[in-house]
């Protein structure tokens, strides 16, 4: 397989919004904007965070724009690996608002060509899930419990889909997920683009709102509290990595 991966190459940061990829780029020394190809809702700042040459593209909301994007900055910067960041919804039951869900495997919320034989979540032609590479997982979940706030951390299954998981979704959704932790609207868009292009991936995102919360959880904490414990996550997975 070709790789557009560098080991020497920049860390490539990707966020779906503006405020979840503040509190990165703000983290950056020398930041300079990048041009980009799209005429629209992509934008792309480069410098160093905690002495790593990185890259952060917000990509727009949903699977196409991360697609998109991401494909963008693994081509034009080759990395030397891909972090998604920012939010995501709580879909797991025990899982509370601001725990940041470390990826360790994607899928496709509401895929479903179950009718030919595949998994729910597969695309035909495609795997059951997209996996990270466990040395990958490992130091982003040893960067992630770093933080001295304890934010609370999991790692296991997020799912991706073009639909904001409401409560009536999140039900049949961790029916046919059952180990599912979270969703989202690009996480498996970009690990499928970074898996396509031979690039480490994983995600560090935390969690926004609850898929259906049981009484007495809270069910809501603003994004840029949000962004922040993602944004201190990569800031330490970058200064393992510069070490």
Do not use: N
């Not at 994007?69 to 990395?79: D, F």
């Not at 970009?190 to 995102?205: K, M």
């Amino acid at each position: 397989m070709t790789t557009s991966c560098d080991p020497t190459g920049p860390l490539l940061v990707l966020t779906a919004m503006p405020e979840e990829a503040s509190p990165v780029t703000a983290r950056l020394a020398g930041p300079r904007e990048l041009p980009t190809p799209f005429t629209g809702g992509v934008a792309a700042v480069r410098g160093t965070l905690e002495g790593l040459d990185t890259v952060v593209v917000t990509t727009g909301i949903g699977v196409a724009a991360a697609t998109a994007a991401a494909t963008w900055g693994i081509l034009s910067h080759r990395p030397r690996a891909v972090v998604a960041a920012g939010s995501c919804g709580g879909l797991a039951a025990d899982v509370e608002v601001g725990t940041l869900i470390v990826g360790e495997s994607f899928t496709y919320s509401i895929a479903d060509a179950t009718a030919f034989g595949y998994a729910p979540g597969q695309l035909p032609g495609g795997p059951e899930r997209f996996l990270a590479e466990p040395g990958w997982v490992d130091a982003a979940e040893q960067a992630a419990r770093k933080d001295p706030g304890d934010p609370g951390v999991r790692r296991g299954l997020m799912l991706t889909g073009d639909a904001f998981v409401t409560a009536p979704l999140a039900e049949p959704m961790r029916q046919r997920f059952p180990a599912a932790l979270s969703a989202d609207m690009e996480t498996t868009a970009s690990a499928r683009t970074a898996s396509q292009l031979g690039v480490p991936f994983v995600a560090l995102r935390a969690v926004s709102d609850l898929c259906g919360p049981a009484a007495g959880q809270q069910f809501h904490l603003e994004i840029d509290l949000v962004a922040e414990i993602s944004a201190r996550a990569v800031a330490e997975l970058a200064r393992d990595l510069a070490e």
